[in-house]
């Protein structure tokens, strides 16, 4: 299925799954009426009005195991250059990561939700959660982003505040490699693998080679 919303954004499903569409009026809440009061601004009614357009995907009546995988375009603008798009293979998608591969361009993505070993490509674990892409070509290119922005908690207060901290990711790849100079990243040879560990901080990708 290939979908394309008002802004001109694009969504391509990519395992099968179908989508409903529906478009027509809906109601709803009015933001500017007050249940409690009983009133709103320059008498507004309880309830407002629009013209929407809605798209889901329907899983059916109390499904179990049930997923989906879809791709976003951004501001793509016309179907047309969604369909032309090389397909991403879809490698592994369950509660402990989303892996997908570009094989055009040798490009794994991984979304990493927990710490522990994964085999999949030449990514074989990771120390915590985190978001790796690696590119294979002449080098072997890696991004690495750790969300976790590692502020300090506030005991009084319950949350976290402050600025954010070094949050270190470390790899095990596949292979033998020999980082190019970086400031943010170090390796280690282990056996048949290489460990790579990357200074991470404030959620931002950190790309090596």
Known sequence: NLLL?????????????KAVITVGEQVSPNNKYSLRRGEGKKGTSPNATGLFA????DHGYAPKNAGYAYAVFPMIGNLEQIAELPELKIIRKDNRAHIVEDSNSQTMAYACFEAGAFK???LESVSVPCYVMVKQGDTLTVAVANPDLNQIEDPVKGHYNGDSREAPVTLRLAGHWKLKVSAEAGTQADGDSTILTVR?????SVVVE
């Open 5 to 17: 919303d008002p802004l001109g954004n694009g969504y391509k499903i990519l395992d099968g799954s």
């Open 54 to 57: 809605k798209a889901w995907i």
């Open 120 to 122: 999949d490509g030449v």
């Open 200 to 204: 991470c901080i404030d959620g931002k």
